[in-house]
């Protein structure tokens, strides 16, 4: 079964990577055609039906003809032709200067008409893991758990078991949060932005806070990905941060990983981006259970303590350097009005989520003379952020 397996695969393989290269023509030719509906299931009723009437240029049915709305028919020197119909919204985003439009959110995420502009500069050195220090073996008690302590935060999603709908920009109605007087010391969350993730925030002591995340949609569990706001901090305090559902039981916080955080203040006057920051890091196993699960399954605990540096700036924390879709459409959008760069990138539609965003795919190669030269091109297939809290990946692809 394992050979069987790896030579379906390697045969898949070998196929994309023929059709790849045939692509690159600005007109698909037939053959491509053909094997682009096989996928979908045409022709397979051609088996046992001799006498049905066939197009001889491609071998479509005029039955095939009927179920498909993606075919379009041209005359070449006399003969009909056809060709797949150009994906809905293709290159929609990266026409003239980038203006991407806003993302899709699905209907149960609430989002405010806000997005950072944060400096996005990759750090000018390499970031060395930090050293653990002795405060570090202490594991902290969840008081949050214990039902002490105040909700300052909550951002909780409809409950749905599947996608069902979308929309685009802010939403009709927010949960409000709860008020702060112009007194107090307590941080001002906030994460109903585009990558955001936040769903609670709990103050159990002067500077102590407990932190819920979102778990990924549709889903009840894959907690990992963590991007939020704070305001109303204090300079020279030290707070103390701790999200208490995660489920991975092993992490690079134990090896000395930090998490990242980007000052305004300190982008503002000294044109400093995202940084690793963190001290006492802890990543322990916690005495809470996860619910729903049939075996004895613990939830897992990151915590962290950090001091700001000054009053009343507006920060930001995250489990990686964020990259959004919103920064994919700019990046995209720069390469496109680049003329040496767009001379050899071609930029297509590959499908559309669920929400309806377009998933962009990009061929790179130098211009060929004649369709003989694709076919002597090898093609590479790389593919980046397969789960959403892989900014790595987005990161490493972009260069």
């Known amino acids: 079964a394992t050979r069987h397996t790896k030579n379906h695969m390697e045969g898949h393989l070998k196929l994309l990577s023929k059709e790849l290269n045939v692509s690159l023509n600005q007109e698909a030719p037939e053959d491509h055609i053909k094997r682009a509906l096989q996928a979908h299931g045409f022709f397979k009723h051609l088996d046992d039906k001799p006498n049905v009437r066939v197009d001889k240029t491609i071998g479509i049915t005029e039955e095939d003809k ?35 439009p806003g993302p899709q959110w699905p209907v149960e995420l609430e989002s405010l008409p806000i997005r950072p502009k944060l400096i996005r500069n990759p750090p000018p050195h390499i970031e060395p893991f930090s050293t653990p220090d ?9 008081l949050s758990v214990e039902g002490e302590g105040e909700v300052v935060y909550l951002n909780q ?13 802010q939403s009709l109605k927010l949960t409000p949060q709860p ?48 991007f939020f706001r704070v305001q109303n901090t204090r300079a020279g305090q030290t707070y103390h941060f701790t999200i208490i559902n995660l489920y991975k039981d092993s992490s690079l916080y ?28 802890q990543y322990f ?22 001091t700001f540096q000054h009053h009343q700036d ?35 539609t590959l499908c559309h989520t669920l929400a309806g965003n377009p998933v962009p795919i990009l061929t790179i190669t130098s211009p060929a003379q004649s369709h003989d030269d694709h076919k002597c091109k090898r093609a ?18 972009k260069g």
């Open 66 to 100: 009927r179920r498909t709305t993606q075919l379009v028919s041209h005359l070449r020197e006399g003969k009909e032709v056809h060709t797949l119909r150009e994906p809905w919204g293709l290159n929609h985003h990266c026409r003239g200067p980038p203006q991407p």
């Open 179 to 226: 008020p702060i007087g112009p007194d107090s010391t307590t941080l001002v969350f906030e994460s109903r932005f585009e990558s955001g993730n936040l769903e609670k925030a709990v103050k159990v002591g002067p500077w102590d806070y407990e932190l819920v995340l979102r778990g990924d949609l549709y889903t009840q569990k894959h907690t990992q990905w963590y």
């Open 134 to 142: 002795n405060c570090s073996t202490v594991t902290p008690r969840l």
């Open 380 to 397: 590479v297939v790389v593919s980046a952020r397969v789960h959403p809290g892989e900014t790595n990946s987005s990161w490493m692809m």
């Open 314 to 348: 507006t920060c930001y924390f995250a489990h990686c350097y964020p990259y959004t879709y919103s920064d994919l459409l700019d990046d995209l959008g720069s390469i496109q009005v680049d003329p040496v760069r767009a001379s050899c990138c071609k930029q297509r």
């Open 254 to 281: 134990s090896k000395g990983m930090q998490p990242v955080f980007y000052s305004e203040a300190d982008a503002k006057s000294q044109k400093i981006g995202w940084r690793r920051t963190g001290h006492a890091i």
């Open 157 to 169: 999603p409809l409950h749905a078991k599947c996608f069902t709908n979308a929309r685009s920009g």
């Open 285 to 306: 196993k916690s005495s809470t259970r996860r619910p729903n699960v049939k075996r004895e399954t613990f939830f897992y605990c990151l915590t962290w303590s950090h």
